[in-house]
């Protein structure tokens, strides 16, 4: 496609459930990111992606929250027993190569609004 | 690490009048620097990114930034601001050599630009 795509684009789930969240990144884009943004709140950085290699997993909050992706398409961030903290704006983004030492423009989908009641 | 500080959390501006963003980061390595802006309900897009070259750097919609290597600062301008200018603006670093670091971008608090008729 064009642009990032995200689904579901909002989701209302109970606590404790557990919730997948989809990016499909622009085409040709061998990175891939995911960010949180909770209400008033700036953009947390949550996991990033680079090719093949092993994804930098430093920005995931806790043990409830993981990510995988297939090769260099489709990545699911999964939350796992969500809690009511958890409720957020959940932006995917993706890039050439990189942004980190090449400076490549990170492209960002228009996110999934998670509400966790 | 990097880190960056959106000093001001909202700017309220008359239509037609100047604007400036404030925009400091901290890093121990040459950085990449970025503007992005989200409009309301909609996904970050770019406004404009130093990377190397001239500190003035002018990005869509009549915005410019310039590069203050000495005062570590990246600050976002406009000369005259319309009503649609109304959104939030996040400032983003990354760093300029990979070399193990971060691959992603880092962003401010995010500054809301609020411009009144």
């Known amino acids: 496609g064009a642009g990032v795509s995200q689904s579901p684009s909002n989701k209302v789930t109970e606590k404790g459930k557990d919730v997948e969240l989809r990016c499909d990144p622009i085409?040709?884009?061998?990175?891939l990111y995911w960010y949180r943004q909770r209400l008033g709140q700036g953009l947390e950085f949550l996991i990033y992606?680079?090719?093949?290699?092993?994804?930098?997993k430093s920005g995931l909050p806790s043990d409830r929250f993981s990510a995988e992706r297939t090769g260099e398409s489709v990545s699911t961030l999964t939350i796992q027993r969500t809690q009511q903290e958890d409720s957020a704006v959940y932006l995917c983004?993706?890039?050439?190569?990189?942004?980190?030492?090449?400076?490549?423009?990170?492209?960002f989908g228009e996110g999934s609004w998670l509400t966790v009641v | 690490a990097q880190s960056v500080t959106q000093l001001d959390s909202q700017v309220p501006v008359f239509e037609e009048a100047p604007v400036e963003l404030r925009c400091n980061y901290s890093?121990?390595?040459?950085?990449?620097l970025f503007w992005y802006v989200q409009y309301p309900n909609q996904g970050l897009q770019l406004l404009l990114k130093?990377?190397?070259?001239?500190?003035l750097v002018k990005g869509i919609n009549g915005f410019e930034a310039e590069f203050n290597k000495s005062q570590t600062s990246f600050h976002l301008r406009k000369p005259s601001v319309h009503i649609s200018d109304t959104a939030e603006y996040f400032c983003?670093?990354?760093?300029?050599?990979?070399?193990?670091?971060?691959?992603?971008?880092?962003f401010g608090k995010g500054t809301k630009l609020s411009v009144k008729p």
């Open positions: 983004a993706s890039s050439l190569e990189r942004a980190g030492g090449t400076g490549n423009t990170i492209y």
């Open positions: 130093y990377l190397s070259g001239s500190t």
């Open positions: 085409s040709g884009h061998t990175a």
């Open positions: 992606f680079q090719g093949n290699s092993a994804p930098d």
């Open positions: 983003a670093v990354t760093t300029l050599n990979y070399g193990g670091s971060q691959g992603n971008l880092i």
């Open positions: 890093s121990s390595v040459s950085v990449y």
